[in-house]
């Protein structure tokens, strides 16, 4: 029972958090055009984001998050029988915590990109670690310090197990959708 239970929880925090995952998707859909940095370079020489970071794509990813933010609210728990009331936490209106979790998730893939230009990666080459974590971990932290209630609720069965278990699925499930981009043609690269 207490494996069932756990697996519920899973199964609705990678639910709720579909915005912040859909929003680099969205974002590789719908970016190009003028670079978020405007082409200029940081204080080291190298660009500040790179021409990969653009308004089109900040601006849609973030509106794709929220539209999947709506169907998320539209559809509900997804899983029958199970009370689950964290999508009107308190009047926290599920839109606008997706409005968060998208634009977390794109700033901190930005935020990725600013650390790799300081590192030296061209754009393109893999961070391991940093390019499949940077979304979710900055994206969670935003929504925390935003609607800190909101994300406790989420959290509530056994934060760290269910942390865990996010932090496994999520470089499976973005290598996978990375392999789809590259596949169909969005993407240069297949990480």
């Not at 964290?86 to 926290?92: D, W």
């Not at 968060?100 to 990109?113: E, N, R, T």
């Amino acid at each position: 029972m207490d494996e069932e239970r756990n697996l519920v929880a899973i199964i609705l925090i990678m639910w709720y958090l579909l915005p912040a995952y859909l929003a680099n998707t969205v974002a590789a859909l719908v970016g190009g055009g003028a670079p978020i940095d405007g082409g200029r370079n940081w204080s080291d020489g190298k660009r500040i984001l790179g021409d990969g970071k653009t308004w089109k794509g900040l601006i849609g990813g973030t509106i794709g998050g929220v539209i999947t933010g709506m169907i998320v609210l539209k559809i509900g728990n997804p899983i029958s029988g199970v009370e689950n009331d964290i999508l009107n936490l308190e009047g926290n209106d599920y839109v606008h915590v997706s409005v968060v979790l998208s634009f977390g998730a794109l700033f901190g893939d930005m935020l990725a990109s600013f650390v790799k230009r300081r590192m030296g990666f061209e754009r393109g080459s893999m961070a391991l670690g940093l390019d499949q974590y940077d979304f979710v971990v900055i994206s969670l932290i935003m929504t925390w310090l935003v609607y800190g209630q909101w994300i406790e609720e989420l959290f509530s069965t056994h934060i760290w197990r269910e942390l865990m278990t996010i932090f496994i699925l999520t470089p499976l499930l973005h290598r996978g959708v990375n392999i789809i981009g590259y596949k169909i043609g969005v993407k240069n690269e297949p990480w």
